[in-house]
C-alpha cells in the first residue's frame, strides 16, 4: 500500500539499483484505493520474478467499504458512551442517569 501511483512509484525507483530488481505490478479492473488517497491505483504489488497478475474487486466506488466503515464508527462511538457511562455510574449515579439520557436523546 504506497499510497502513490503505480507510474509515480516507477519514476522515482527506475535508477536505483536495489529498486530496479523489482517489478511494478498494478492490479487490473479499477481502482485498489479510496478516493480520499493520494491516488485511487495507491495499491500495487511488487514482484521479483515468476509471473504475476492481479485483478481489482468490488465496487470502485468503495460503497461497501464506506458503509462498514460507518458502521464501525457508530458502534465504536457507541462503545466509548457506554465505557463513559459506566464510569460515570460507578462515581456519580446521578450523573451516570443524566449521561443516559443524554446518549438516548443522542442516538435514537
Do not use: C
Request: proline share 5%.
Amino acid at each position: 500500500d504506497f499510497n502513490a501511483s503505480p507510474e509515480w512509484f516507477s519514476d522515482i525507483i527506475r535508477n536505483d539499483p536495489f529498486w530496479q530488481q523489482f517489478r511494478v505490478l498494478a492490479p487490473q479492473g479499477g481502482d485498489t484505493a479510496h478516493g480520499t488517497n493520494p491516488d485511487v491505483q495507491g495499491d500495487f504489488a511488487l514482484t521479483s520474478g515468476g509471473e504475476w497478475q492481479g485483478h481489482a474487486l468490488g465496487d470502485s466506488k468503495f460503497g461497501t467499504f464506506e458503509r462498514y466503515a460507518d458502521r464501525v464508527t457508530r458502534v465504536a462511538g457507541r462503545m466509548v458512551r457506554l465505557a463513559k457511562a459506566q464510569a460515570a455510574f460507578h462515581s456519580d449515579r446521578g450523573l451516570f442517569l443524566d449521561l443516559a439520557r443524554a446518549a438516548a436523546q443522542a442516538d435514537p
